[in-house]
């Protein structure tokens, strides 16, 4: 029967052939054009169709739906000033002006690609830094960015010879942070640096090419030795520290304790953070991790940049006036796990649990200029007794070779410092 009547290969055909598809693309990177001036935003399309002329909404990677705006500005003009950009965060609507099929060093144009294909779109590069996602539906939700097995832990300073050409080397490395996604570009507000790291010597030195090539022959630019960044961490649980006020109306009382074995690359991995629901959250901690239940519960905050790999948990208990310094703790907090006690480098690792706390009945004596600061040396004190260590990065490689060169690799290898694992 199945055979004389394929009712669902018919209605299988029916559904692909007649029943609208949204558009959904992921855009994976940003190739650089012949001028190095403009992008090739370069994805797959998952579904529908993309053609010149399209009104799309163009993602970044931190859209939410749930931050939606009711008074979206549906700009279908380049996005080239704030005014263009929706009311929605990192969303912007406009029509894709070329598509391209991009094949190796050859890149023809096309009126359209249909799902399945790779992609180049011009035009969009203003919308996007390094990936994202297209759609036209308006219920569609962005796709996770790409996850890379390698950290940009080598890092240089780069600066200009004439301080003339200082606007370009900025310019130059907003186009180098773009065409790599696996790169990072940060200035340093404390030195005034421009830094550039990446995930080893070859790809910074590849990279670096690539900003000459921004730059030009006219632009000199300085490079220092590279650096390889560390973390500094706890080895141990710390007695409970103590710290006052300046007006010595307030008391916090905070101990330290490394991180279970796989917390930090959950937090990095996004599986636990402030995005997560608290429940989802207690779940996971208490049921892979052992955690306590009523601290599972109570995560104040994530550090650095509230969202990295240290906790600071509230472990007390009937304590009154403790949600008003609830802010002012996250922010002492992000500024201790910036910058460690031992050297200045990020924490990693680390969660401090709020043990106790004493504040003042008046709200104009606990203010955030007093909690602030006490936070701070508590934190820092709470490090200092929970035996403090520098934690260094590992770049992991296998080398599959024959037996007749096994020597010579070795020497390389000890030459660098490595430890070798014979298999």
């Known amino acids: 029967m199945q055979q004389w009547l394929p009712a669902g290969d018919a209605l299988l055909d029916m559904i692909v052939n007649h029943l609208p598809s949204p558009l959904m693309i992921y855009i994976s990177k940003m190739v650089p054009s012949t001028n190095n001036k403009n992008f090739y935003a370069y994805g797959r399309v998952f579904s529908g169709t993309v053609y010149a002329g399209q009104k799309v909404r163009i993602m970044g990677p931190d859209y939410s739906p749930s931050k939606k705006n009711d008074n979206t500005n549906n700009n279908t003009n380049a996005v080239s000033s704030n005014k263009d950009k929706s009311s929605d965060e990192d969303l912007f609507i406009k029509s894709i002006p070329r598509t391209v099929l991009m094949m190796g060093k050859f890149i023809e144009s096309v009126d359209s690609v249909p799902c399945g294909n790779t992609v180049g779109i011009v035009g969009i590069d203003q919308c996007l830094i390094k990936s994202g996602t297209i759609s036209t539906s308006e219920s569609a939700h962005s796709i996770a960015p790409m996850k890379f097995s390698v950290s940009p832990v080598v890092r240089v300073a780069v600066d200009v010879v004439r301080a003339s050409d200082l606007p370009k080397l900025v310019a130059a490395l907003k186009l180098l942070a773009k065409s790599d996604p696996c790169l990072k570009v940060i200035n340093d507000e404390a030195t005034g640096e421009n830094i550039v790291a990446g995930a080893g010597e070859l790809h910074l030195e590849t990279s670096l090419n690539d900003l000459r090539e921004f730059l030009g022959e006219n632009v000199p630019i300085k490079i220092s030795n590279p650096v390889v960044g560390f973390c500094e961490t706890v080895s141990s649980k710390s007695e409970v520290c103590l710290a006052k006020s300046p007006n010595e109306h307030n008391r916090l009382y905070i101990s330290a304790e490394p991180l279970e074995n796989g917390i930090s690359e959950a937090i990095e991995r996004g599986e636990l953070g402030l995005h997560i629901d608290s429940k989802e959250t207690s779940r996971l901690l208490v049921d892979k991790y052992s955690w306590d239940?009523?601290?599972?519960?109570?995560?104040?905050?994530?550090?650095?940049?509230?969202?990295?790999?240290?906790?600071?948990?509230?472990?007390?208990?009937?304590v009154q006036y403790l949600n008003e310094i609830k802010d002012s703790m996250d922010a002492a907090f992000n500024l201790f796990a910036s910058e460690g006690v031992i050297c200045g480098e990020p924490l990693r690792g680390v969660r401090l649990n709020i043990e106790d706390v004493k504040l003042h009945t008046n709200a104009i004596h606990r203010g955030g200029g007093?909690?602030?600061?006490?936070?701070?040396?508590v934190f820092y004190g709470a490090q200092m007794m929970g035996k403090p260590r520098l934690m260094e990065p590992i770049y992991l490689v296998e080398i599959q070779t024959t037996q007749d060169v096994l020597g010579s690799i070795y020497g390389l290898l000890s030459k660098r410092f490595c430890h070798n694992g014979r298999t």
Not at 296 to 318: C, E, F, Q, R
Not at 372 to 377: F, L, S, V
């Open 293 to 318: 239940a009523t601290s599972a519960k109570k995560i104040w905050a994530y550090a650095p940049k509230h969202s990295g790999p240290n906790m600071l948990v509230d472990s007390t208990h009937s």
């Open 370 to 377: 007093q909690i602030i600061p006490t936070a701070k040396r």
